[in-house]
Protein backbone atom coordinates (compact mmCIF):
# COMPACT_ATOMS: atom_id res chain seq x y z
CA UNK A 1 0.00 0.00 0.00
CA UNK A 2 2.87 2.34 0.78
CA UNK A 3 4.79 1.69 -2.22
CA UNK A 4 1.60 4.02 -4.07
CA UNK A 5 3.19 6.62 -2.42
CA UNK A 6 6.44 7.72 -3.37
CA UNK A 7 8.58 10.11 -1.75
CA UNK A 8 7.79 13.08 -4.22
CA UNK A 9 4.19 13.41 -2.85
CA UNK A 10 3.24 12.12 -6.38
CA UNK A 11 0.29 9.35 -6.10
CA UNK A 12 -3.12 8.97 -4.07
CA UNK A 13 -1.47 10.71 -1.34
CA UNK A 14 -1.13 14.18 -3.80
CA UNK A 15 -4.13 13.85 -4.92
CA UNK A 16 -5.31 13.69 -1.69
CA UNK A 17 -3.51 17.20 -0.81
CA UNK A 18 -4.85 18.33 -3.87
CA UNK A 19 -1.46 19.02 -5.24
CA UNK A 20 -1.51 16.99 -8.54
CA UNK A 21 -1.56 19.10 -11.92
CA UNK A 22 -4.79 17.00 -12.08
CA UNK A 23 -6.35 18.44 -8.77
CA UNK A 24 -5.78 21.91 -10.48
CA UNK A 25 -7.21 21.48 -14.00
CA UNK A 26 -10.20 19.95 -12.28
CA UNK A 27 -10.64 23.27 -9.38
CA UNK A 28 -10.19 25.71 -12.43
CA UNK A 29 -12.72 23.72 -14.57
CA UNK A 30 -14.87 23.45 -11.24
CA UNK A 31 -14.99 27.27 -11.31
CA UNK A 32 -15.93 27.88 -15.24
CA UNK A 33 -18.61 25.36 -14.56
CA UNK A 34 -20.01 27.57 -11.58
CA UNK A 35 -19.15 30.74 -13.03
CA UNK A 36 -21.22 29.57 -15.88
CA UNK A 37 -24.22 28.64 -13.94
CA UNK A 38 -26.90 31.14 -12.85
CA UNK A 39 -28.39 28.70 -10.02
CA UNK A 40 -26.49 26.52 -7.74
CA UNK A 41 -25.59 23.25 -9.61
CA UNK A 42 -25.40 19.51 -7.75
CA UNK A 43 -23.00 17.66 -7.38
CA UNK A 44 -24.00 14.86 -9.61
CA UNK A 45 -24.77 17.56 -12.25
CA UNK A 46 -20.92 18.83 -11.93
CA UNK A 47 -19.75 15.31 -12.29
CA UNK A 48 -21.55 15.07 -14.87
CA UNK A 49 -20.52 18.41 -16.89
CA UNK A 50 -16.34 17.90 -16.33
CA UNK A 51 -16.64 14.18 -16.75
CA UNK A 52 -15.15 13.70 -13.02
CA UNK A 53 -15.81 11.09 -9.95
CA UNK A 54 -18.09 13.20 -7.21
CA UNK A 55 -16.17 12.00 -4.78
CA UNK A 56 -12.83 13.82 -6.27
CA UNK A 57 -14.97 17.10 -6.76
CA UNK A 58 -16.19 16.53 -3.34
CA UNK A 59 -13.09 16.61 -1.86
CA UNK A 60 -11.87 19.34 -3.96
CA UNK A 61 -15.21 21.47 -3.01
CA UNK A 62 -14.53 21.10 0.79
CA UNK A 63 -11.12 22.94 0.54
CA UNK A 64 -12.70 25.57 -1.62
CA UNK A 65 -15.54 25.87 0.93
CA UNK A 66 -12.75 26.20 3.48
CA UNK A 67 -11.51 29.06 1.69
CA UNK A 68 -15.12 30.72 1.21
CA UNK A 69 -14.37 30.18 -2.68
CA UNK A 70 -18.01 28.41 -3.06
CA UNK A 71 -20.52 27.96 -1.11
CA UNK A 72 -23.40 25.00 -0.33
CA UNK A 73 -27.10 25.80 -1.56
CA UNK A 74 -29.85 23.76 -1.14
CA UNK A 75 -28.05 20.26 -1.65
CA UNK A 76 -25.81 22.44 -4.48
CA UNK A 77 -22.95 24.33 -4.81
CA UNK A 78 -22.42 27.92 -6.02
CA UNK A 79 -19.59 30.24 -5.60
CA UNK A 80 -18.94 31.90 -2.36
CA UNK A 81 -17.62 35.53 -1.35
CA UNK A 82 -14.14 34.83 -1.29
CA UNK A 83 -14.80 33.84 -5.48
CA UNK A 84 -15.32 37.69 -5.88
CA UNK A 85 -12.32 39.08 -3.61
CA UNK A 86 -10.21 36.44 -5.91
CA UNK A 87 -12.06 38.12 -9.37
CA UNK A 88 -11.35 41.51 -7.83
CA UNK A 89 -7.80 41.04 -7.88
CA UNK A 90 -7.16 38.74 -10.88
CA UNK A 91 -8.65 41.91 -12.72
CA UNK A 92 -6.80 44.63 -11.33
CA UNK A 93 -4.10 42.13 -12.62
CA UNK A 94 -5.00 42.00 -15.81
CA UNK A 95 -5.29 45.76 -16.36
CA UNK A 96 -1.67 46.31 -15.00
CA UNK A 97 -0.45 43.55 -17.44
CA UNK A 98 -2.08 45.14 -20.91
CA UNK A 99 -3.69 43.13 -23.24
CA UNK A 100 -0.95 43.72 -25.76
CA UNK A 101 1.89 42.18 -23.85
CA UNK A 102 -0.31 38.75 -23.99
CA UNK A 103 -1.21 38.83 -27.38
CA UNK A 104 3.02 39.63 -27.81
CA UNK A 105 3.95 36.43 -25.53
CA UNK A 106 1.47 34.24 -27.92
CA UNK A 107 2.69 35.55 -31.10
CA UNK A 108 6.34 34.55 -29.61
CA UNK A 109 5.28 31.12 -28.90
CA UNK A 110 4.27 30.32 -32.16
CA UNK A 111 6.78 31.75 -33.85
CA UNK A 112 9.11 29.23 -31.78
CA UNK A 113 6.83 26.70 -31.90
CA UNK A 114 6.33 26.99 -36.07
CA UNK A 115 9.60 28.36 -37.06
CA UNK A 116 7.78 30.78 -39.10
CA UNK A 117 7.06 34.64 -39.19
CA UNK A 118 3.67 35.32 -36.90
CA UNK A 119 1.79 38.69 -37.98
CA UNK A 120 -1.06 40.12 -36.08
CA UNK A 121 -3.39 41.43 -38.32
CA UNK A 122 -6.45 43.55 -37.67
CA UNK A 123 -9.36 44.92 -40.23
CA UNK A 124 -9.24 48.68 -41.43
CA UNK A 125 -12.62 50.62 -40.11
CA UNK A 126 -13.73 50.97 -43.98
CA UNK A 127 -13.76 47.03 -43.77
CA UNK A 128 -11.43 46.32 -47.37
CA UNK A 129 -7.69 46.27 -46.01
CA UNK A 130 -5.92 44.16 -43.32
CA UNK A 131 -2.99 45.77 -41.56
CA UNK A 132 -0.80 44.14 -39.81
CA UNK A 133 0.28 46.07 -36.53
CA UNK A 134 2.83 43.42 -34.98
CA UNK A 135 5.30 40.58 -36.17
CA UNK A 136 7.30 38.35 -34.85
CA UNK A 137 9.93 36.92 -37.25
CA UNK A 138 11.05 33.63 -38.26
CA UNK A 139 14.89 32.98 -37.53
CA UNK A 140 15.27 31.16 -40.90
CA UNK A 141 17.31 32.80 -43.51
CA UNK A 142 14.72 32.16 -45.67
CA UNK A 143 11.22 33.47 -44.46
CA UNK A 144 8.78 35.87 -45.51
CA UNK A 145 8.74 39.38 -44.11
CA UNK A 146 6.13 42.28 -43.90
CA UNK A 147 6.29 46.12 -42.11
CA UNK A 148 4.14 47.19 -39.22
CA UNK A 149 2.05 49.42 -40.78
CA UNK A 150 1.50 47.30 -44.34
CA UNK A 151 -2.03 46.50 -45.88
CA UNK A 152 -3.60 43.84 -47.95
CA UNK A 153 -6.95 43.12 -49.49
CA UNK A 154 -9.25 41.53 -47.70
CA UNK A 155 -10.02 38.54 -49.66
CA UNK A 156 -6.28 38.36 -50.62
CA UNK A 157 -4.98 37.21 -47.15
CA UNK A 158 -5.43 34.46 -44.44
CA UNK A 159 -5.82 36.89 -42.11
CA UNK A 160 -8.24 38.67 -43.99
CA UNK A 161 -9.98 36.02 -44.53
CA UNK A 162 -10.17 34.93 -41.36
CA UNK A 163 -11.56 38.27 -40.18
CA UNK A 164 -14.55 38.53 -42.40
CA UNK A 165 -15.66 34.96 -41.14
CA UNK A 166 -16.61 36.62 -38.51
CA UNK A 167 -18.99 38.13 -40.02
CA UNK A 168 -22.55 37.20 -41.39
CA UNK A 169 -22.58 35.90 -44.50
CA UNK A 170 -25.00 38.74 -46.09
CA UNK A 171 -22.13 41.28 -45.28
CA UNK A 172 -19.51 39.39 -46.71
CA UNK A 173 -21.47 39.06 -49.65
CA UNK A 174 -22.12 42.74 -49.69
CA UNK A 175 -18.29 43.04 -48.77
CA UNK A 176 -17.37 41.01 -52.25
CA UNK A 177 -19.33 42.86 -54.23
CA UNK A 178 -19.21 46.65 -53.85
CA UNK A 179 -14.84 46.06 -53.81
CA UNK A 180 -14.66 43.51 -57.19
CA UNK A 181 -11.64 41.38 -56.14
CA UNK A 182 -8.71 42.10 -58.89
CA UNK A 183 -5.89 39.93 -58.98
CA UNK A 184 -2.81 40.87 -56.95
CA UNK A 185 -0.67 37.51 -58.58
CA UNK A 186 -1.20 35.66 -61.11
CA UNK A 187 -2.67 33.00 -58.75
CA UNK A 188 -4.87 35.27 -56.44
CA UNK A 189 -9.09 34.42 -56.22
CA UNK A 190 -11.01 36.35 -57.68
CA UNK A 191 -14.04 34.69 -58.27
CA UNK A 192 -16.86 35.77 -55.62
CA UNK A 193 -18.55 32.26 -55.37
CA UNK A 194 -14.99 30.78 -54.49
CA UNK A 195 -13.86 33.66 -52.06
CA UNK A 196 -17.67 33.42 -50.49
CA UNK A 197 -16.92 29.17 -50.11
CA UNK A 198 -13.56 30.05 -49.00
CA UNK A 199 -14.62 32.21 -46.18
CA UNK A 200 -17.90 30.07 -45.48
CA UNK A 201 -14.50 27.31 -44.81
CA UNK A 202 -13.26 29.56 -42.41
CA UNK A 203 -15.92 29.83 -40.42
CA UNK A 204 -16.68 26.32 -40.09
CA UNK A 205 -13.23 25.19 -39.31
CA UNK A 206 -12.32 28.21 -37.42
CA UNK A 207 -9.10 28.94 -39.75
CA UNK A 208 -8.33 29.76 -43.00
CA UNK A 209 -5.36 29.35 -45.17
CA UNK A 210 -4.29 31.10 -48.28
CA UNK A 211 -1.39 29.66 -50.78
CA UNK A 212 0.25 32.49 -53.13
CA UNK A 213 -2.97 34.73 -52.97
CA UNK A 214 -1.71 38.18 -52.16
CA UNK A 215 1.72 37.57 -53.15
CA UNK A 216 4.25 34.36 -54.87
CA UNK A 217 5.61 31.92 -53.02
CA UNK A 218 3.82 32.79 -49.47
CA UNK A 219 1.58 30.76 -47.56
CA UNK A 220 -0.44 32.36 -45.10
CA UNK A 221 -2.99 30.39 -41.83
CA UNK A 222 -4.65 32.54 -39.19
CA UNK A 223 -7.16 32.16 -36.48
CA UNK A 224 -9.34 34.69 -34.91
CA UNK A 225 -8.29 35.67 -31.24
CA UNK A 226 -11.36 37.51 -28.89
CA UNK A 227 -11.18 39.33 -25.88
CA UNK A 228 -13.44 38.63 -22.63
CA UNK A 229 -16.57 40.27 -24.58
CA UNK A 230 -16.25 38.16 -27.62
CA UNK A 231 -14.87 41.34 -29.56
CA UNK A 232 -12.78 39.87 -32.20
CA UNK A 233 -9.28 41.72 -31.39
CA UNK A 234 -7.93 40.84 -34.67
CA UNK A 235 -6.12 37.25 -36.55
CA UNK A 236 -3.06 35.65 -35.67
CA UNK A 237 -1.34 34.80 -38.80
CA UNK A 238 1.49 32.29 -39.60
CA UNK A 239 3.30 33.45 -42.69
CA UNK A 240 5.75 30.83 -44.00
CA UNK A 241 7.13 30.62 -47.46
CA UNK A 242 5.10 28.08 -49.52
CA UNK A 243 7.71 25.79 -50.58
CA UNK A 244 8.54 25.12 -46.77
CA UNK A 245 5.14 24.80 -45.94
CA UNK A 246 3.56 22.60 -48.63
CA UNK A 247 4.07 19.52 -46.61
CA UNK A 248 2.64 20.93 -43.20
CA UNK A 249 -0.68 22.65 -43.75
CA UNK A 250 -2.41 20.92 -41.26
CA UNK A 251 0.25 21.02 -38.80
CA UNK A 252 0.17 24.91 -39.28
CA UNK A 253 -3.14 25.19 -39.03
CA UNK A 254 -3.43 23.09 -35.92
CA UNK A 255 -0.80 25.81 -34.72
CA UNK A 256 -1.89 28.68 -35.11
CA UNK A 257 -5.71 27.34 -34.03
CA UNK A 258 -4.84 26.61 -30.36
CA UNK A 259 -2.12 29.84 -29.71
CA UNK A 260 -5.26 31.61 -30.45
CA UNK A 261 -7.49 29.77 -28.25
CA UNK A 262 -4.61 29.95 -25.70
CA UNK A 263 -4.33 33.98 -26.54
CA UNK A 264 -8.06 34.45 -26.29
CA UNK A 265 -8.64 32.68 -23.07
CA UNK A 266 -5.77 34.74 -21.58
CA UNK A 267 -7.66 37.66 -22.66
CA UNK A 268 -10.48 36.71 -20.35
CA UNK A 269 -12.88 35.04 -23.61
CA UNK A 270 -14.37 31.45 -22.59
Not at 196 to 212: F, N
Amino acid sequence: MSAKVRKDGSGAEAERRGGSPQSVTRVIRLLEALCASSDPVSLADLSRRLATPKSSLAALLRGLADEHIVTAAEGAWRLGPGAFGLGSALSEARRRLHSSDLVREGMRRLAERSGETVLLAIGDPEGDWVTYVDLVESRNVVRYSVSIGDRRPFYATAGGRALLSAHPPAEVKAYLRRIAPQPLVATTEVDTAALVAAIEQARLEGYAQTVDQAAEGVTGTAAIVRDAPGRVVGALVIAAPSARAQDRLGELASLVLEEAEVISRCLGFR
